[in-house]
């Protein structure tokens, strides 16, 4: 039996692929990742330069929005998107997101010394790196790599809301709870950010608020299989507390 590829190598293919113009291998490789991380903003935009580039813009237009709800500070993602819609046709749209690219890089963002575009790029690499460290078993290294990377850009909320998954798995309820709440403050459609939420709380025992964050993401994304599957494991909790 073949072995499904890592999300790390689908990426890395996608981008080599990318690279050597080869656009619909790249979609391939970068849509499956998606499917199995719709959280990380980074795909969604490369996926929408290999829909641009392949002459399908209202897909592209929609990777590059999403990737902007992800990471409202992705400034490549918003320059895309406000592209995407001057070919369209859609000027004051595209003004907008011109402008909103601009307002994006001039928030610094935590990046002190460093120019707003190395400070993001450098955050996606501490963000690669903890993912690295993740797949190697090594979730504290992942942890201090995702904090140097939310300290440069503290609005890239994909990067923020894996911290808060990684510190869920540490046992680090509260310091988890902070980091999601953070992101839902910037992007309270975040579904996944309040999915983790809740799981947060859950593992900390706080089972009505738990239940709280769950419902909230029902009724944004209705048939979530994960968050169903959440609330089952919630009910059966309750049912074991009742009959202990």
């Known amino acids: 039996m073949t072995q499904e590829p890592a999300v790390e ?16 291998a790249a979609l391939d490789d970068l849509q499956s990742a998606a499917a199995r991380r719709p959280e990380f903003a980074d ?13 399908r813009p209202d897909e592209a237009l929609a990777a590059f929005t999403r990737a902007t709800e992800l990471n409202p500070g992705y400034v490549e993602a918003h320059l895309n998107r406000a592209i995407t ?6 000027l004051d749209e595209a003004r907008a997101s011109f402008a909103r690219a601009a307002e994006a890089d001039e928030e610094k963002g935590g990046g002190g010394r460093f120019s ?7 955050a996606n690499l501490h963000g690669e790196l903890a993912e690295t460290y993740e797949q190697a078993g090594a979730p504290d290294e992942a942890v201090e790599q995702y904090r140097r990377a939310v300290e440069l850009r503290p609005r890239f909320l994909d990067i923020r809301t894996r911290l808060g998954r990684t510190l869920i ?5 509260d310091e988890a709870r902070g980091e999601l709440q953070a992101v839902l ?5 975040f579904v996944q ?9 859950f593992r900390a025992g706080q089972l009505d608020a738990a239940e709280t964050e769950w419902r909230r993401c029902l009724a944004q994304q209705p048939g ?14 309750r049912a074991e507390a009742a009959s202990a």
């Open 9 to 24: 190598q689908l990426i890395a293919r996608g981008k080599e692929a990318l690279a050597r113009n080869q656009y619909l």
């Open 43 to 55: 795909v969604q935009n490369l996926s929408g330069v290999c829909l641009s580039m392949l002459g």
């Open 85 to 90: 819609l001057n070919d369209l046709g859609r």
């Open 116 to 122: 707003s575009a190395a400070a993001a790029r450098l």
């Open 169 to 173: 798995e540490l046992g680090r309820h």
């Open 185 to 189: 403050e910037h992007n309270p459609g």
């Open 193 to 201: 950010a309040r999915s983790n939420l809740g799981l947060a709380l």
């Open 224 to 237: 979530s299989a994960q968050v169903s599957a959440y609330l089952g494991m919630l009910e059966r909790r």
